[in-house]
């Protein structure tokens, strides 16, 4: 019996997360799980899974759930509950959303923890000190991002030597074939209707802009300690290569399935062995196509903020975190148009001073300080 806690329960991975833990009830148990504001989607999950713990990250929203939780779950809320559920149980589910994440993946490694990591913005911003505190733990990151599951699987028993290239593949989003649209008019439907994914509100316009796979080079960087020259991006449109490894012996490994989160998310879950319930089979008695092609950099300019970010090091790719983090949410509130939100990501890198991170603290002022420029650029821009 594995106790799992998950931290972002109520969101697409951590909804997905739980239906993984119910086909398998004989093997999981759910110590802890926790949401910042979802509190009825919380308080079902309490009823169905009984945690020992249910973590509330926005303490505001107290009253919502105090006295309405089964006798067994214990409440906590706010910091207190951010700290519960990354260090309780045998593997901790990091599936929040963006750079609050960051302090879970933090939290969970120095308690030794087995880190399923879903939330790749805590790698992007805070990559440089994950890794301080990765060196000294002993516990262990096994990703959730579907392309980085596939590199983990790719990757197993091989030597870091033979590597030559990590391929991410990405489905393009919804604006692949792009001739005939207007980018300065996209608008937020447009943007939000992903061709083969259901997933969260910001990761799916960071799919429209590759943003997400921008993320995912730097993402993929200090997962496999590997320079970012080395990270091909391909556009795979049937999202069934989830990613693959080529070898300097000219192997190129791939790991295909259909796509659906269950698949990493039971990968991650059930490390080192691998789940008896079976996710994405695919049936190959169907003719089927496969096609990769190169992205469009000319349109999609994040993947050159991600080469350019990920080479640089040091503060760049927080830059480019918060920065995208503030013209995404101002997208999603219909604020800026689309294109805005590379012109704001370039804005703030160019409008930066490069610096070491060293500690928590210095990466949570460069994430401050760009959210204001970005903030500020926008405002300008209305
Ligand atoms: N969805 C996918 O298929 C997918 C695939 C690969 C990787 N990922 C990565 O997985 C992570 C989660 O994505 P998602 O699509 O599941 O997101 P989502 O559906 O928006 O869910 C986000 C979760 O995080 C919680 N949350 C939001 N803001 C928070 C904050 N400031 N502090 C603490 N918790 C907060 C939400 O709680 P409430 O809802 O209760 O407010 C919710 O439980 C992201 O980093 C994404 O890039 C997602």
């Known amino acids: 019996m594995k106790n799992i806690s998950i931290a972002g329960s109520t969101g697409s991975i951590g909804r997905q997360a739980l239906e993984v833990v119910k086909d398998d009830s004989e093997n999981f148990k759910v110590t802890a799980?926790?949401?910042?504001?979802?509190?009825?989607l919380l308080k079902a999950q309490a009823e169905i899974f009984l945690p020992d713990y249910v973590c509330l990250f926005d303490e505001t929203l107290k009253e919502n759930i105090e006295g309405h939780l089964p006798k067994k779950c214990k409440l906590v809320c706010g910091q207190e509950a951010i700290d519960a559920v990354s260090t309780l149980g045998d593997l901790v589910l990091n599936a929040i959303v963006g750079f609050a994440g960051l302090s879970v993946t933090l939290?969970?490694?120095?308690?030794?923890?087995?880190?399923?990591?879903?939330?790749?913005?805590?790698?992007?911003?805070?990559?440089?000190?994950?890794?301080r505190i990765k060196i000294k733990s002993s516990g262990k990151i096994v990703p959730v991002d579907s392309e980085h599951s596939a590199i983990f699987q790719c990757l197993n028993s091989e030597r870091a030597s033979s590597v030559d290239k990590l391929i991410l593949t990405g489905s393009g989003g919804p604006f692949r074939e792009i001739l005939d649209i207007d980018l300065a008019n996209i608008t937020l439907n447009d943007a939000l209707k992903h061709p083969t994914w259901v997933m969260g509100p910001?990761?799916?316009?960071?799919?429209?802009?590759?943003?997400?796979?921008a993320l995912e080079i730097i993402e993929a960087k200090y997962l496999f300690d590997i320079s970012v020259n080395r990270i091909d991006v391909v556009?795979?449109?049937?999202?069934?290569?989830?990613?693959?490894?080529?070898f300097k012996d000219g192997a190129t490994i791939a790991q295909m399935a259909n796509p659906t989160m269950c698949l990493p998310i039971a990968y991650a879950l059930n490390y080192p062995e691998r789940s008896l319930n079976a996710y994405g089979k695919i049936d190959f008695s169907f003719p089927s196509e496969l096609t990769f092609e190169p992205p469009n950099r000319e349109i999609f300019k994040s993947l050159d903020f991600a080469y350019e970010a990920g080479s640089v090091g040091k503060n760049l790719p927080t830059v480019v975190n918060a920065a995208n983090e503030v013209a995404v949410s101002a997208f999603l509130n219909e604020e800026i148009p689309w294109l805005t939100i590379f012109d704001t990501v370039r804005y703030c890198m160019d409008n930066c001073e490069i610096s070491e991170l060293v500690s928590l603290s210095d990466v949570m002022e460069v994430d401050e300080n760009t959210r204001k420029v970005a903030t500020d650029f926008i405002k300008a821009r209305r």
């Not at 799980?33 to 009825?40: C, E, R, V």
């Not at 910001?202 to 796979?213: A, G, H």
């Open 33 to 40: 799980i926790g949401a910042k504001s979802n509190t009825d």
């Open 107 to 131: 939290t969970a490694l120095k308690s030794n923890k087995l880190l399923a990591l879903a939330n790749k913005e805590s790698l992007v911003a805070g990559g440089d000190v994950v890794e």
């Open 235 to 246: 556009i795979h449109k049937q999202s069934i290569v989830h990613s693959m490894v080529t």
């Open 202 to 213: 910001k990761i799916t316009i960071d799919s429209s802009t590759l943003m997400n796979k």
